[in-house]
């Protein structure tokens, strides 16, 4: 692993490291900022997981994270949304290859060798983190924003007991209904919806909910509520009896404008779920 | 109009009033909290609307809302249920006839000379409430509890520009769809359901929604969650970008002590949406 920049932020340090992955197939470079209090010992992590065409550098300087972190006391992680470089197969298209990993492992080529971002975000990157940086492994929540609030839903449901809480901003809701999912599963998953559900928020949702509680803020005014489809997930928050607020946020739109006006909410409803 | 008592709460005041009803052929008692600033003129107010089997008494003592209405100085009015006494129709069940006015004109005998609580609660007695109190008519929230969650929604919604926000606790959310609601609409209103849409939450926030913020909680271990049908409600405030959140706690059930425990939540709720 290498240092690309470490910078004071906050009584903290921001820093930004690149590592050979095993899981990628190729270098990934990755967001951590640590607290004052990680000097001293362990603290706690939210990992934080970007939308379509984001790399690991857009919420570190643009949702104003760090504030809220080093308050909390809480580390955060902000990896890249999906395998890169020249021998890594692309798409001329925003919303597939490069900077749209859709936080799944393909199994299609030409994606099958390089995007498995499901493996890198669940299990190499946070090896690398609990060996390398003073965190800590048990007290540990996910957030995310539109592609990355559906990696981080997805995600928090499929490790039961690993995640303290869970947080949305605009979540891809229920990719396997939208254009916002259903391209991207086909050309990485192949036809068989079959093996599409197990990276559907909603469809989580209905089968197994969230052992810890969950908030999702949405921009009434979002340009992309059409492919993000809330109601889908709203409803089955509310059938599955899921512990949780959803918050529809009027004239909100899906910038990080709408972001860092409630990270503050997000990071401190984590908090509050870390120090319980 | 008579005083039937008045206690110093708060700072302010908590009476119950009693009067002779037009729209519900009886007498009808209510409760108004009128805080400090009362005294000095026209406070805002915000109606709490009562489940079955309640009167204007039990949510006056048991939520607790009048410490947080004191904080903000509005004024709280705790209108009762349904029309009561000796020549007013009712039934055996608790949840048909006094006690379960369902916030609903009766057209269908026995029920239609009495049972006209929504015209009572949107006409009778504001009339009554603006013309002989220190409470604001253009500065005005609504909200309630279970049967009156649904009659503060349904209301709210009914009557654009009349209330700044609305809020419910455990709403009976889609009447037309449960054994709370069909029971009652088909008694009250008769057989043809085209009738009974104008009184079902769910199905007006698909119509038109609410013209402000709303503010719904719904206990997780309520005991009644398949006949108040919460998920209906949820999908239809996020399909139509209702403005407003929607929480599900996780543990509480459907008392005064759910109630209670986020009573200051909501009184706060209005009061920003009060004084913006």
């Excluded at 990157?125 to 839903?153: C, D, K």
């Amino acid at each position: 692993m290498k240092t690309l920049s470490e910078n004071r932020a906050f009584g903290g340090v921001q820093g930004v490291y690149t590592h050979a992955s095993e899981a990628c197939g190729c270098d990934m470079t990755f967001g951590l900022f640590l607290p004052e209090e990680a000097e001293r010992g362990a603290v706690p992590v939210i990992w934080y997981l970007s939308g379509l065409t984001c790399t690991h550098e857009n919420a570190m300087v643009k949702a104003g994270a760090q504030k809220w972190a080093a308050e909390a006391g809480v580390a955060l992680v902000f990896p890249d949304t999906s395998p890169r470089g020249a021998g890594v197969a692309n798409d001329e298209a925003y919303d597939l290859g490069q900077g749209a990993g859709f936080y799944v492992n393909a199994t299609e080529k030409p994606w099958a060798p390089h995007f498995r971002m499901w493996d890198y975000v669940t299990e190499e990157l946070p090896r690398l983190l609990f060996n390398a940086f003073p965190v800590a492994e048990e007290r540990q929540s996910i957030m995310g924003h539109s592609m990355g609030g559906h990696g981080a839903l997805t995600i928090a449901m499929s490790f039961p007991g690993r995640f303290q809480s869970a947080s949305a901003f605009a979540p891809i809701a229920n990719p396997t209904a939208s254009d916002w999912g259903r391209k991207q599963f086909s050309a990485y998953l192949g036809k068989d919806e079959a093996k599409w559900a197990q990276y559907d928020a909603t469809l989580l949702m209905k089968k197994r909910g969230f052992d810890g509680p969950i908030l999702i803020d949405q921009g009434g005014s979002d340009q992309f509520l059409d492919l993000l489809k809330p109601e889908a997930l709203a409803e089955a928050m509310a059938a599955r009896r899921q512990g949780g607020i959803f918050r529809m946020q009027k004239g909100y739109d899906h910038s990080y404008f709408f972001v860092s006006t409630f990270i503050e909410d997000h990071i401190g409803f984590h908090a509050a779920a870390l120090y319980d």
